[in-house]
């Protein structure tokens, strides 16, 4: 049975605990190219994507983890001083994830280990890479966000599943060498994909979310 749009975006969670088995390289071109369909204004297409699988995701990873403090990045992920409710979210969002791992606040150095992780990717077996042209401006950003949306999605109805991770941001150098990005292009974004470890209790959590009321209106109906 196909599952459907619906029931893809209710299953969608951020997967953090992956098991080592391989994604066919078909499948991961099958749902990249399908994912091409998202919309971009003006049909600009500004994504520029790279799969990484096998010996080249492995050195990836060992470089990652030797350089835990990562290199300059190129955009913040998060505006300085976040305000509420975004601080509040961004607070709850982390503890609900540690308490899935019995990870306590004060035990920063365990912490700091789960971070780390991201840059093993959390054990997926493939690695997406999200690049952009420089020269490009918001609009085409939220883009190749509709794109990513649309490739978690497309993996979910496929069986397989993801964690976006906008952590490679840290690592514009190393990421540009392992896939061979040029210049004029930078790195936004990177992606794990693969099949969840469902045994493992951090996969698990489900970020909360506000009510329609917190974030929403509807005017002029009837």
Known sequence: MTMNVSAAVAARISIRAFKPDPVPAALVREILVAASHAPSGGNLQPWRVCALAGEPLAQLKRQAVANPAGEEPEYDVYPPNLWDPLRTRRFECGEDLYATINIPREDKPARLRQLARNGELFGAPVGLFFCLDRRVGPPQWGDVGMYMQTVMLLAVERGLDTCAQEYWARYPKTVAAAIGLPDDHMVFSGMAL????????????????????????????D
């Not at 099949?195 to 002029?220: C, H, M, Q």
């Open 194 to 221: 693969g099949y969840r470890d469902k045994s493992a209790p951090i996969n698990t959590l489900r970020t909360r979310r506000d009510g329609f009321e917190v974030w929403g209106e509807l005017r002029g109906f």
